[in-house]
């Protein structure tokens, strides 16, 4: 059996919100590490969702969850980026 086709719908939107986000935090943007540490975190914080076919994610999803779904991804990678920046900062007192 080949599962290839199976993904998390918020993986592709995840990354692109960590990407977008990334200005506003110079210290982590910067170490491609810690983006994807800041992926990891925010991808964790979502709830899994996985289809096989993007068409999938686009016929069953309602406007109102569309907008659920894009304030929750804000709302992870915020979390993240403070998360990331947080636990770096205390790693470099150490």
């Given at each position: ?6 993904h ?9 919100a ?10 982590v ?66």
């Amino acid at each position: 059996m080949d599962f290839s086709s199976v993904h998390n719908t918020h993986e592709k939107t995840v990354f692109a919100a960590v990407m977008a986000a990334s200005a506003r935090y110079p210290g982590v943007a910067d170490d491609p590490e810690l983006l994807a540490d800041v992926a990891c975190v925010a991808l964790n914080r979502m709830p899994p969702h996985y289809i096989r076919h993007s068409a999938d994610l686009a016929f069953f999803t309602t406007e109102k969850e569309r907008q659920a779904i894009a304030r929750n991804i804000d709302e992870s990678v915020d979390f993240a980026y403070g998360y990331v920046q947080a636990r770096h900062v205390m790693a470099a007192r150490r």
